[in-house]
């Protein structure tokens, strides 16, 4: 499906071709990710939001590619171009962050969720901090009234030290298991949103240990 977002402004061919090479690049990722195992498979109920953090999302994209759900990218060039690839599996992508577009992004993923599609959901946000929850996906959870998953990917990969999160992109051929967990927000029924986050927070953290090490 294709973008309702729309470019926040003009850009010229330099940076067309910037969004072009890297959506090039980002293909490449795709390809290579084929090799993967994946073990642990997911009962989820459909539809719902799948929470996960940002460094561990290039596997479990690939894993639902194909299944026409929904989810959130960057208005940024990076953004753009991993949302150019998503598309070509079915993924319907809103674009925004905190500082551009996020309330409409927001909007768009509560719509596709109440028409039964199912939300991947970086908690986390675009820019952090890593690993700390945002209130995006349990507002959204709440919202759209469908369950709210918890979900982590263990595997070996390489860490790319500059970005915010220390992205993990899988070594090929490599196993990938994933572990879940439906998040009981009917157990919070009228608390404050801040604490359902805290609680799925240190839930989420739990199901698999860090093994991010700062040089």
Request: proline letters at 6%; hydrophobic letters at 40%; a positive charge.
């Amino acid at each position: 499906m294709a973008r309702v977002n729309k470019p926040p402004k003009k850009i010229g061919p330099a940076q067309r071709f910037a969004r072009l090479l890297l959506s090039g690049i980002l293909q490449i990722f795709f390809w290579v990710m084929n090799t993967l195992r994946f073990k642990g498979q997911l009962a989820l109920e459909q539809p719902c939001v799948m929470a996960v953090y940002h460094d561990e999302l290039l596997p479990i994209i690939h894993r639902y590619k194909n299944q026409n759900i929904a989810a959130i990218a960057s208005q940024n060039h990076f953004g753009y171009s991993i949302a150019m690839v998503m598309e070509r599996y079915t993924y319907e992508v809103a674009l925004g962050s905190p500082s551009r577009g996020g309330k409409d992004a927001f909007v768009q993923l509560l719509k596709a969720a109440r028409k039964g599609k199912t939300v991947a959901f970086a908690v986390d946000g675009s820019r952090g901090p890593r690993h700390e929850m945002k209130a995006g996906a349990v507002v959204l959870a709440m919202r759209a009234k469908v369950p709210l998953y918890l979900i982590r990917a263990d595997y070996q990969g390489w860490r790319i030290e500059s970005t915010w999160d220390k992205s993990k992109f899988p070594k090929p051929f490599g196993n990938v298991t994933l572990h879940s967990e439906r998040f009981p927000l009917e157990d919070f029924d009228g608390q404050d949103i801040e604490r359902i986050v805290s609680a799925a927070e240190k839930r989420l953290a739990a199901l698999l240990p860090d093994d991010y090490q700062p040089k």
